[in-house]
Nanobody, 124 residues
Framework: QVQLVESGGGLVQAGGSLRLICSASGGAFSRYTMAWFRRVPGKERALVAAISRLDDITYYVDSVKGRFTISRDNAKNTVFLQMDSLKPEDTAEYYC?????????????????WGQGTQVTVSS
């Protein structure tokens, strides 16, 4: 059983940066592909970025390419989402997720473990 805890959310002006951190415990972290999802009220969670368990494959949704960077530190059981050039449309609750697989998957149902979420609000 893996426990995930997110931190690093907050309020930032458009054009600013935030770094989200997801700390994992309770499992062999390097076995899991990790991902960040986000949800806005009234919509389903949507995949933002993912990183394979060996750190060799990353995925980004088109709307964040060139602005967000996902990375992981398997020695510290941590995954990061560096968010630069933030836009008001990035405002959402951000969730960390894990799946015991070599590859990422686009659907929330493909992930076994979730954090509680952290709010990111970007003001215009």
């Amino acid at each position: 059983q893996v426990q995930l805890v997110e931190s690093g959310g907050g309020l930032v002006q458009a054009g600013g940066s935030l770094r989200l951190i997801c700390s994992a415990s309770g499992g062999a972290f390097s076995r899991y592909t990790m991902a960040w999802f986000r949800r806005v009220p009234g919509k389903e969670r949507a995949l933002v970025a993912a990183i394979s368990r060996l750190d060799d494959i990353t995925y980004y949704v088109d709307s964040v390419k060139g602005r967000f960077t996902i990375s992981r530190d398997n020695a510290k059981n941590t995954v990061f989402l560096q968010m630069d050039s933030l836009k008001p449309e990035d405002t959402a609750e951000y969730y960390c997720a894990a799946r015991p697989s070599r590859f990422y998957a686009p659907s929330p149902s493909d992930y076994d473990y979730w954090g509680q979420g952290t709010q990111v609000t970007v003001s215009s």
